[in-house]
């Protein structure tokens, strides 16, 4: 063999042992996951624990979608009421859960159909010893995101016509009260849960919680003047800035992973991994789904593809599969996500005829997509069933929609919650804020 040879071969060699070598070490370290059997207590805490802060704080970054989801669909006239509204209700419905929401929601409900009034005490420093099997902080936090989602979808429908501080007592109360006494009869261990009511991450307990108040609250407010002509035409009111509208949306589909991820409660071992990894999949499916599928009906239907229902249609898939985004096969999630479209596409005309102003179409998204989700988790979760699902709805929605509408008249009695045509008319940004969003274009 001549040097040359010799020497090319020699190089072979190397390089096939140094290709082999990285290969065989991933084959180790393979090996070494699938045969894991856990962790220790102490790890799984830990670990337990910083789901539920990462999950927390990407809820958390939920309002700042909803806020530019807002903004970008009202009026400029209005942008910048809708980002007070959004800081307000988050700073008003964090203190509330803690001032009474999370007692109410969790301790001591025992079956039955709320908890206790009074704050929440929190653990000393250093006193935490994670006997709950996470920080109890942590699962505070995590649980107070959500309570202030369900402000959130208020504060779309009724906006351009309410006044700020009715809307904030309204917030006060929801927060404190109703959401946390329907969230605890199932999320409490109340009477909902001891059906076998299943809602895993709140399509029910969260959004159509919201979402059958924003329903009261914009019956009893009407519609936006000029809204609605008197032979029952539609007056379209474009909202002042689609881009930031479209980065409120991809904001909010981020958020949703710790939204539903998060409600997994526990990274303490590979299959409580595996779990929230497949949660991540289903709910960027579905939410996908249901883009794609509003994209194609408005084609079918209306010849333009509207970019506000397509994000609309995204956030009705990631409503849908909140309920059960874990046990569903990727073509089931498919399947859910893609019917909230249809709910989008259909629904929004629908409260048009019957002349319910909801400026955002938040109604559509959260209450009727969220109904759809709930009830459909008995297809995929056996432990569900059709009859529990369906009286949970029902039962959820007639407390928070009565509820809602006895505060919303209450408001309106004692205080007015609706601005004057002259004010609505200059827009809430002059009349209730006194900073304008865009002066330069006013």
Same mark, same amino acid.
């Given at each position: 063999?001549?040097?040359?040879?010799?020497?090319?071969?020699?190089?072979?060699?190397?390089?096939?042992?140094?290709?082999?070598?990285?290969?065989?070490?991933?084959?180790?370290?393979?090996?070494?996951?699938? +045969?894991?059997?856990?962790?220790?207590?102490?790890?799984?805490?830990?670990?337990?624990?910083?789901?539920?802060?990462?999950?927390?704080?990407?809820?958390?970054?939920?309002?700042?979608?909803?806020?530019?989801?807002?903004?970008?669909?009202?009026?400029?006239? /209005?942008?910048?009421?809708?980002?007070?509204?959004?800081?307000?209700?988050?700073?008003?419905?964090?203190?509330?859960?803690?001032?009474?929401?999370?007692?109410?929601?969790?301790?001591?409900?025992?079956?039955?159909?709320? $908890?206790?009034?009074?704050?929440?005490?929190?653990?000393?420093?250093?006193?935490?010893?994670?006997?709950?099997?996470?920080?109890?902080?942590?699962?505070?936090?995590?649980?107070?995101?959500?309570?202030?989602?369900?402000?959130?979808?208020?504060?779309?429908?009724?906006?351009?016509?309410?006044?700020?501080?009715?809307?904030?007592?309204?917030?006060?109360?929801? +927060?404190?009260?109703?959401?946390?006494?329907?969230?605890?009869?199932?999320? $409490?261990?109340g009477w909902l849960d001891?059906?076998?009511?299943?809602?895993?991450?709140?399509?029910?307990?969260?959004?159509?919680?919201?979402?059958?108040?924003?329903?009261?609250?914009?019956?009893?407010?009407?519609?936006?003047?000029? #809204?609605?002509?008197?032979?029952?035409?539609?007056?379209?009111?474009?909202?002042? /800035?689609?881009?930031?509208?479209?980065?409120?949306?991809?904001?909010?589909?981020?958020?949703?992973?710790?939204?539903? !991820?998060?409600?997994?409660?526990?990274?303490?071992? *590979?299959?409580?991994?595996?779990?929230?990894? #497949?949660?991540?999949?289903?709910?960027?499916?579905?939410?996908?789904? !249901?883009?794609?599928?509003?994209? *194609?009906?408005?084609?079918?239907?209306?010849?333009?593809?509207?970019?506000?229902?397509?994000?609309?249609?995204?956030?009705?898939?990631?409503?849908?599969?909140?309920?059960?985004?874990?046990?569903?096969?990727?073509?089931?999630?498919?399947?859910?996500?893609?019917?909230?479209?249809?709910?989008?596409?259909?629904?929004?005309?629908?409260?048009?005829?019957?002349?319910i102003d909801d400026v955002?179409?938040?109604?559509?998204?959260?209450?009727?997509?969220?109904?759809?989700?709930?009830?459909?988790?008995?297809?995929?979760?056996?432990?569900?069933?059709?009859?529990?699902?369906?009286?949970?709805?029902?039962?959820?929605?007639?407390?928070?929609? *009565?509820?809602?509408? *006895?505060?919303?008249?209450?408001?309106?009695?004692?205080?007015g919650i609706r601005v004057?045509?002259?004010?609505?008319?200059?827009?809430?940004?002059?009349?209730?804020?006194?900073?304008?969003?865009?002066?330069?274009?006013?």
């Open positions: 063999m001549s040097s040359k040879l010799k020497l090319f071969a020699g190089a072979t060699a190397i390089a096939a042992a140094s290709f082999a070598l990285p290969a065989l070490a991933q084959e180790e370290t393979i090996i070494d996951l699938t +045969t894991a059997t856990g962790v220790s207590p102490a790890t799984q805490e830990i670990f337990n624990t910083l789901l539920f802060l990462i999950g927390g704080f990407l809820v958390m970054w939920m309002a700042a979608g909803f806020a530019m989801l807002e903004m970008g669909l009202v009026r400029k006239k /209005n942008a910048s009421m809708q980002g007070l509204k959004n800081i307000a209700l988050y700073s008003v419905g964090g203190i509330m859960f803690w001032f009474t929401g999370y007692n109410l929601m969790y301790s001591g409900v025992d079956g039955g159909f709320m $908890g206790t009034f009074g704050p929440y005490v929190f653990p000393g420093p250093g006193l935490d010893d994670g006997s709950a099997g996470y920080s109890v902080a942590s699962d505070w936090f995590f649980q107070m995101v959500f309570c202030a989602t369900t402000a959130s979808i208020v504060s779309g429908t009724v906006a351009e016509r309410i006044k700020f501080w009715p809307f904030i007592i309204f917030t006060v109360i929801l +927060t404190g009260i109703l959401y946390p006494i329907t969230g605890s009869w199932e999320w $409490g261990a001891g059906m076998g009511f299943s809602d895993f991450a709140g399509s029910t307990l969260v959004h159509s919680v919201g979402g059958w108040a924003a329903l009261a609250g914009a019956i009893v407010l009407g519609p936006r003047a000029g #809204k609605y002509s008197p032979d029952g035409t539609v007056n379209p009111m474009p909202g002042s /800035n689609i881009p930031l509208a479209v980065l409120g949306t991809f904001i909010l589909w981020l958020g949703w992973f710790g939204f539903n !991820g998060g409600s997994q409660l526990a990274l303490g071992s *590979i299959a409580d991994a595996g779990d929230v990894s #497949k949660i991540f999949v289903n709910t960027n499916l579905a939410a996908a789904a !249901g883009a794609v599928v509003a994209m *194609i009906l408005l084609q079918i239907i209306y010849k333009k593809v509207d970019v506000t229902m397509v994000l609309n249609g995204a956030l009705a898939g990631l409503v849908s599969i909140t309920a059960e985004p874990l046990t569903p096969t990727v073509p089931m999630a498919l399947f859910i996500g893609g019917i909230g479209g249809v709910i989008v596409v259909l629904v929004v005309p629908l409260l048009d005829k019957l002349k955002v179409g938040a109604i559509p998204v959260h209450l009727v997509a969220g109904i759809w989700g709930t009830f459909i988790v008995a297809a995929t979760n056996s432990d569900a069933s059709y009859g529990v699902q369906l009286i949970g709805i029902v039962a959820i929605g007639a407390f928070t929609f *009565i509820a809602s509408l *006895i505060v919303w008249f209450i408001l309106k009695a004692i205080m004057s045509p002259e004010e609505e008319a200059d827009g809430l940004d002059k009349s209730e804020v006194g900073v304008e969003a865009y002066p330069e274009f006013m």
